[in-house]
């Protein structure tokens, strides 16, 4: 009888698994859909000629490849050094990671008090004849700062998992360390790292919060799709709707590259 009740059971919770996720599943595409079906191919066509969704388009494109950039150059390297163990390594990759957890508004009010004209560095930067709110370089730290800790964790995983005898075997052999990161760690590392930097650039093309409290919305320097969007939204749905599904689009092909390379241990 005992056996007859935990089968029974077990089937239960096994519906209920299946009905939740259904539940969630099916959210989610109603809410995709939704913005798929509201715009027409030839509205959709129409709206990215405009000029406010094509500058939109083509800066969003330029500066999340530009940070995208800025994260692997200097993300590398970090995750290189998270991935060893270290004193004050667990503070050092909290710190890191905080960005992530952050509320993106934070975010740029943070950037805005820190190199701001008022900010701690704003005076130094001033000086120097350097303005960085509200400009397009403001766009590309505010992604910057967002995207990159979601590749430096990707980074760091995967330099964690490359075999240590590998690296023993370098060093028996003199190998600087240059050399051993060059040509012994990064190689099984770079699907991982495609993966990663492709998840990072899909973060920073949809970057909203940040963009718009440290960079603003000025049309063709500062205004990228996701900030496009919003303002769009108020006066012409169509463009806003078309500028969103293209958004959907690139974020959607970033996800798949990542997928692609899960053989390699990158998940989103």
Same mark, same amino acid.
């Given at each position: ?31 995709? *859909?939704? #913005? ?104 590309? #730290? ?20 490359? %075999? ?28 991982? #790292? ?22 603003? %919305? *000025? ?17 012409? *749905? ?31």
């Amino acid at each position: 009888m005992r056996r007859i009740s935990a089968a029974a059971r077990d089937t239960t919770l096994g519906v209920a698994a299946i009905v939740l996720a259904a539940t969630f599943v099916a959210f989610t595409i109603i809410a995709l *859909l939704a #913005l798929i079906l509201r715009v027409t191919p030839t509205a959709f066509v129409a709206a990215l000629h405009s000029p406010v969704v094509s500058e939109a388009l083509w800066l969003s494109v330029r500066t999340s490849i530009l940070a995208a950039f800025i994260i692997a150059l200097c993300g590398t390297p970090l995750a290189a050094l998270l991935s060893q163990p270290f004193r004050g390594r667990a503070a050092l990759e909290t710190l890191i990671t905080l960005p992530v957890v952050l509320p993106p508004v934070v975010g740029g009010l943070a950037l805005l008090l820190a190199f701001g004209r008022a900010g701690l560095l704003g005076h130094a930067l001033h000086f120097l004849g350097v303005e960085l709110p509200f400009t397009t370089a403001a766009v590309v #730290l505010a992604q910057t700062f967002v995207a990159a800790p979601l590749y430096i964790a990707v980074a760091k995983s995967a330099f964690a998992r490359v %075999n240590p005898q590998l690296i023993d075997a370098a060093a028996t052999l003199r190998a600087s360390r240059t050399y051993t990161f060059a040509r012994v760690i990064i190689p099984p590392a770079i699907p991982a #790292l495609a993966g990663g930097l492709a998840l990072a650039w899909a973060r920073a093309l949809g970057e909203f919060g940040a963009t718009i409290m440290f960079a603003g %919305n *000025l049309p063709g320097v500062t205004q990228t799709m996701p900030v496009a969007v919003y303002i769009t939204e108020q006066t012409d *749905l169509q463009a806003a709707i078309a500028v969103a599904v293209v958004l959907m689009v690139l974020s959607y092909g970033a996800l798949l590259i990542v997928r692609h390379v899960g053989s390699a241990g990158v998940s989103p």
